[in-house]
């Protein structure tokens, strides 16, 4: 059975998503929570979900710091976020983070049906006209890929779980300074132009394998 779990803190949006959500999986159980700190503690003590759906505007929370939360609690989880910001920097932002998707608040029901469709089958779902800066052929990797070295896709591998330089460089036992030479030659090497278009490249491997 699907799980999903609603953070928005307004309660009408919470029942629109549950709503879209049923009618993409009449079988989906969806849990809500109204704040940050509430989200991280069903995350710590309920079973674990299959998506998460995050409000950037929640009380308490600032910029894309919700995102930080909810990873640390649930890793592989794919996290969505929805928000009323429509900035093309923030989408971009959100998508370096390793979020499946981001949804704009203006949208049709439509249209999240459609994107949420999408993110459940395991692609990944940024609006059009924000897209252009993160996009990348969806579905399966560049064969660029196939240029990295191990170590490039040990980095790579985690951009996608929205680790920092830091923790790259901790886990692979390496400097900063190295995991930053090793992000310069994979932006080089896959063709990409920022942090965030690795971050989806590494999305379609994971799926992938």
Known sequence: MLRVLIIDDHPLFQEALSH???RLDDEASCLGSDSLEQATTML???APFDLILLD??????SGLSGILAVRGRAPTTPVVVVSAIEDPEMVERAASFGVSGYLTKSSRPE???TALARILAGDTYFPP???D???TPP????QEVELLTPRQLAVLRLLGEAKSNKQIAYELSISQETVKIHISAIL?????SSRAQAVLVSHQLRRRN
Do not use: C
């Open 20 to 22: 879209i959500i049923s």
């Open 44 to 46: 710590s003590s309920e």
């Open 56 to 61: 950037l505007g929640l009380p308490g929370a």
């Open 111 to 113: 249209a999240l049906h």
């Open 129 to 131: 006209s924000y897209a």
């Open 133 to 135: 800066g993160i996009a």
């Open 139 to 142: 579905g399966t990797p560049p």
């Open 188 to 192: 080089r090497k896959l063709k990409v």
